[in-house]
């Protein structure tokens, strides 16, 4: 029996909710980046959980959405192109900082659910000892 499986899978849960985190940041901090084409647009990140192999605990990998730009008529921008059109990244920010509220506030009741599995292992470890 692992008796620290409950623990990793609360790491799991935070690392997953740290890349969801920095996955909302990098969005917002982009989302009015302007590009001169459409290749070099910024594109968003998501992040894509999976169960583990083992069955406990979370896997956050983060992808690239690849979509069409925004366009908008810009004539004097720098990145405008001979039509005036300017491109910048597809980011609704109202989604983004819900996405982060959400992120944050799973981070903060995966620290809670360690540190009372931390604590009920402390207390075991105090029953064996009497």
């Not at 730009?69 to 491109?87: K, L």
């Not at 109202?94 to 599995?117: D, H």
């Amino acid at each position: 029996m692992d008796w620290f499986a409950p623990l990793k899978t609360s790491v799991s849960g935070l690392e997953a909710s740290r890349a969801r985190l920095n996955a909302a940041t990098n969005n917002l901090a982009n989302a009015d980046n302007s590009a001169p084409d459409n290749a070099s647009v910024y594109q968003r990140q998501m992040v894509q959980l999976q169960e583990n192999k083992d069955g406990q605990g979370v896997s956050a990998s983060t992808v690239k959405v690849v979509g069409p730009p925004r366009i908008e008529f810009i004539p004097g921008h720098p990145d405008a192109d001979e039509y005036g059109m300017v491109r910048f990244p597809e980011i609704d920010t109202v989604e983004e900082m819900t996405e982060l509220m959400a992120a944050r506030r799973a981070y903060e009741i995966g620290i809670a659910t360690y540190n009372e599995g931390r604590h009920m292992f402390n207390k075991t470890l105090e029953i064996g000892k009497e």
